[in-house]
């Protein structure tokens, strides 16, 4: 597999929920707590939103929260808003080679 | 303040070499395996490989291994990433991103990168 899956495009409103997914495998998401989760703006590095499945970093915001089961992996944004408007990717160790993947990729689009 | 700082951009016909770096500030360097990322124009993000900076032990990514090199210089807590013949598809966005790992701990998120190093071959 040379990429987790997660859907091309996801959309809200203002103030709602939404939920990206991130499918890979048992060699994978679903064989180790190793998911982490990243946010890109376009033009710019990516920046960690979410590491070991479910735990944000100091200064990530508590409308993101994570999680997983099975192995498809979840990244949850509640209460969106205008500056959630950007590229998300998942990432997992895997117990092959390569050592990680990303996922494809998903853009989301603040209505 | 954490920093990664990469090289500036580049411009480079096919068949040329080059070296870009990433060097790492506000932290112990040896405590942090460096990967490289790519990301081709409009594309996702892909692993290439990383490097531990005690030993220079290096892993790679298979889509990757024989066309690049990274290594490392400690004592400029610098990492690169270099190629011996680039071509047009080598056209990309290279990121580098750094992974905290001193046994027994070691974390496998990125949870810096530096600004990114564009690179674009052309004839």
């Known amino acids: 597999q040379s990429a987790l899956t997660q859907p091309a495009s996801v959309s809200g409103s203002p103030g709602q929920s939404i939920t990206i997914s991130c499918t890979g495998s048992s060699s994978h998401v679903g064989g180790y707590t190793y998911v982490s989760w990243y946010l890109q703006y376009p033009g710019r590095a990516p920046k960690l939103l979410i590491h070991d499945v479910t735990n944000r970093p100091s200064g990530i915001s508590s409308r993101i929260s994570a999680s997983k089961s099975g192995n498809t992996a979840s990244l949850t944004i509640s209460g969106l808003q205008a500056e959630d408007e950007a590229d998300y990717y998942c990432s997992s160790y895997t117990s092959s080679s390569p050592l990680f993947l990303f996922g494809t990729g998903t853009k989301v689009t603040v209505l | 303040e954490v920093q990664l700082v990469q090289s500036g951009a580049e411009v480079k016909k096919p068949g040329e070499s080059l070296r870009i770096s990433c060097q790492g500030s506000g932290y112990i360097f040896s405590n942090y395996w460096i990967s490289w990322v790519r990301q081709m124009p409009g594309k996702g993000l892909e692993w290439m490989g990383r490097?531990?900076?005690?030993?220079?032990?290096?892993n790679y990514s298979p889509s990757f291994e024989g066309r690049v090199t990274i290594s490392a210089d400690k004592s400029l807590s610098t990492a690169y990433l270099q190629w011996s013949s680039l071509k047009a598809s080598d056209t990309a966005i290279y990121y580098c991103a750094r992974q905290y790992c001193s046994p027994p701990s070691c974390f496998l998120d990125f949870d810096y990168w530096g600004q990114g190093t564009l690179v674009s071959v052309s004839s």
């Open positions: 490097i531990g900076p005690k030993d220079s032990y290096t």
